[in-house]
Nanobody, 123 residues
Framework: QVQLVESGGGLVQPGGSLRLSCAVS????????LGWYRQAPGKQRELAAA???????KYAESVKGRFTISRDNVKNTVYLQMNSLKPEDTAVYSC?????????????????WGQGTQVTVSS
């Protein structure tokens, strides 16, 4: 019912930039949040960035000031602009639909996942 098409990953040098895109099609509640989780080798999966339909954003502490998430509700597409990339940003980034948060400010993943795209930051 829901399909995610993710693109924009690749290899960049430290300090470089990449822009990830995730286009969502199919039936979906408008209140669902969109974003990317990432998983580096040997590390736990973590929320890199998320945005709700109302524009509320969430970033991992390690990417604040460097990543910017935005969404186009007409195209049903979410974008992640990644600047000043560091080697520790190297991971598989997976688009996720249905992200939500509770009253305590804790964020949780949704039920729908993209295929994942590799981001490698290396000199």
């Amino acid at each position: 019912q829901v399909q995610l098409v993710e693109s924009g990953g690749g290899l960049v040098q430290p300090g470089g930039s990449l822009r990830l895109s995730c286009a969502v099609s199919g039936s979906i509640f408008s209140i669902n949040g969109l974003g990317w989780y990432r998983q580096a080798p040997g590390k736990q999966r973590e929320l890199a960035a998320a945005i709700t339909s109302g524009g509320t954003t969430k970033y991992a502490e390690s990417v604040k000031g460097r990543f910017t998430i935005s969404r186009d509700n007409v195209k049903n597409t979410v974008y992640l602009q990644m600047n000043s990339l560091k080697p520790e940003d190297t991971a598989v980034y997976s688009c996720n639909v249905g992200i939500y948060y509770d009253a305590r400010g804790n964020w949780f993943s949704g039920d729908y996942w993209g295929q994942g795209t590799q981001v490698t930051v290396s000199s």
